[in-house]
Nanobody, 123 residues
C-alpha cells in the first residue's frame, strides 16, 4: 500500500501564488509518474501537471506558463507551484501516483490517489 498526503491548499486572491505538496509513503515501491489533477464543482477531473520518473513534465493547456511541477526524489514528494492564480483555478486538487510495488512474491503496477486539497482563488 502507498499513501499520498497532500498539503498547501487554501484561499488566495487572484494573481497570487500557492505551493502544493504531496508526499508518498509506503514500502517496496518505486514511482513511475506523479500527477496533479483538479476537479471543480460540476466539472470533470482534469490533468493539471505530470512528472515522470525520468523528469519529463507535462501540463494542462490552461496551466502552461503559470504552474510548475517538481519533485524531491529522496523524499518521494511532488510539488506544484501555482502562480498568477485565477478564480477559474478554484478546485479540489488531487495528487495521483503510478507506482510499481515489488514484494517477494509479486511485482505490479498500481494507481493511488490522495485525499485532495481545496484551492480557492477569490476575484
Amino acid at each position: 500500500q502507498v499513501q499520498l498526503v497532500e498539503s498547501g491548499g487554501g484561499l488566495v486572491q487572484a494573481g497570487g501564488s500557492l505551493r502544493l505538496s504531496c508526499a508518498a509513503s509506503g514500502s517496496s515501491f518505486s514511482i513511475n509518474r506523479l500527477d496533479w489533477y483538479r476537479q471543480a464543482p460540476g466539472k470533470q477531473r482534469e490533468l493539471v501537471a505530470a512528472i515522470t520518473s525520468g523528469g519529463k513534465t507535462d501540463y494542462g493547456d490552461s496551466m502552461k506558463g503559470r504552474f510548475t511541477i517538481s519533485r524531491d526524489i529522496p523524499k518521494n514528494t511532488v510539488f506544484l507551484q501555482m502562480n498568477s492564480l485565477k478564480p477559474e483555478d478554484t478546485a479540489v486538487y488531487y495528487c495521483h501516483a503510478n507506482v510499481v510495488v515489488t514484494t517477494i512474491r509479486s511485482r505490479g503496477e498500481y494507481s493511488y490517489w490522495g485525499q485532495g486539497t481545496q484551492v480557492t482563488v477569490s476575484s
